[in-house]
């Protein structure tokens, strides 16, 4: 008998050994309990990638709203700018056909009165004129009478 005979009776004694005191029982617990831990780590991972995935689309649906959101703050803003500009230039043509007429009602009050400066000068200067030349034309009590008659009708004619 030489030693790798004794070598394999040890072996196989050890092992015997290792049986009977259960540990291949132990051993296999071990690798039972390390596999459940693992399918628990990849569960847990599968659960944790699906909520990430949830989140991302959330936050994808979130980012398309928004943009949209924006979309119409753009268009509202512009319809706001362009009712706005619209105002503005309906009150500046307003504003300008007011200060055109007003413009137009004070030309026409000057024409009024300029002609009216017009008219009681000349008046004036006939009835100057015609007194000049009635002075003239007639002395005495029936000139001095005439004259004054026909100024006080020429008055009473202007008013």
Same mark, same amino acid.
Not at 8 to 19: D, P
Not at 44 to 57: G, P
């Given at each position: 008998?030489?030693?790798?005979?004794?070598?394999? $009776?040890?072996?196989?004694?050890?092992?015997?050994?290792?049986?009977?005191?259960?540990?291949?029982?132990?051993?296999?617990? *071990?690798?039972?309990?390390?596999?459940?831990?693992?399918?628990?780590?990849?569960?847990?991972?599968?659960?944790?990638?699906?909520?990430?995935?949830?989140?991302?689309?959330?936050?994808?649906?979130?980012?398309?709203? *928004?943009?949209?959101?924006?979309?119409?703050?753009? *268009?509202?803003?512009?319809?706001? *700018?362009?009712?706005?500009?619209?105002?503005?230039?309906?009150?500046?043509?307003?504003?300008?056909?007011?200060?055109?007429?007003?413009?137009?009602?004070?030309?026409?009050?000057?024409?009024?009165?300029?002609?009216?400066?017009?008219?009681?000068?000349?008046?004036?200067?006939?009835?100057?004129?015609?007194?000049?030349?009635?002075?003239?034309?007639?002395?005495?009590?029936?000139?001095?009478?005439?004259?004054?008659?026909?100024?006080?009708? $020429?008055?009473?004619?202007?008013?």
């Amino acid at each position: 008998m030489d030693a790798s005979f004794f070598v394999a $009776i040890g072996f196989v004694l050890f092992v015997l050994l290792l049986a009977y005191l259960g540990v291949h029982k132990q051993i296999a617990s *071990a690798l039972d309990g390390r596999a459940k831990l693992i399918g628990d780590e990849l569960a847990q991972a599968q659960k944790l990638r699906e909520e990430a995935a949830a989140v991302l689309a959330s936050f994808e649906k979130k980012k398309v709203e *928004a943009e949209e959101e924006a979309k119409a703050i753009v *268009a509202q803003a512009k319809t706001e *700018a362009e009712l706005l500009a619209k105002e503005t230039r309906e009150r500046l043509a307003d504003f300008v056909a007011r200060r055109t007429k007003q413009a137009e009602q004070k030309i026409a009050m000057a024409e009024a009165q300029a002609t009216s400066d017009v008219r009681a000068a000349a008046a004036d200067a006939a009835v100057k004129a015609a007194e000049v030349v009635l002075k003239g034309e007639t002395a005495g009590a029936t000139g001095a009478s005439l004259v004054d008659k026909g100024i006080a009708e $020429i008055k009473a004619l202007m008013n």
